[in-house]
């Protein structure tokens, strides 16, 4: 059973940077993914990590903004956030599940586990 809980959250001007947290047991055979949703939107892919770390991908709108990054050893999954835009603000959550092709990313009932999700506000 995996179990994804997310922190670092917050409120931070534009042009600041935060790191997200997620602490994952049983997650180290998964690939994971940081996605998010901002209010009344739909659900928007961020990133993906492969099990081993090694294999990355990003959503156009964060590309070279937004590092996802994982150790498993320390059962942690993080995504470094810098150059935040006020349209950055969202609920964002780290989910876990196979590979999933960027046709499904936008589904949630794709991803196999979530969690509860923290809030990013970026100000102007």
């Known amino acids: 059973q995996v179990q994804l809980v997310e922190f670092g959250g917050g409120s931070v001007q534009a042009g600041g940077s935060l790191t997200l947290f997620c602490a994952a047991s049983?997650?180290?055979?998964?690939?994971m993914y940081w996605v998010r949703q901002a209010p009344g939107k739909g659900l928007e892919w961020l990133s993906a990590i492969n099990s081993g770390g090694g294999t990355t991908y990003y959503a156009d709108s964060v590309k070279g903004r937004f590092t996802i990054s994982r150790d498993n050893a320390k059962n942690t999954v993080y995504l470094q956030m810098n150059s935040l835009k006020p349209e950055d603000t969202a609920v964002y959550y780290c989910?876990?599940?196979?590979?999933?092709?960027?046709?499904?990313?936008?589904?949630?009932?794709?991803?196999?586990?979530w969690g509860q999700g923290t809030q990013v506000t970026v100000s102007s």
């Open positions: 049983g997650f180290s055979s998964y690939w």
């Open positions: 989910a876990a599940g196979g590979w999933i092709s960027s046709s499904y990313r936008f589904q949630k009932s794709a991803y196999d586990y």
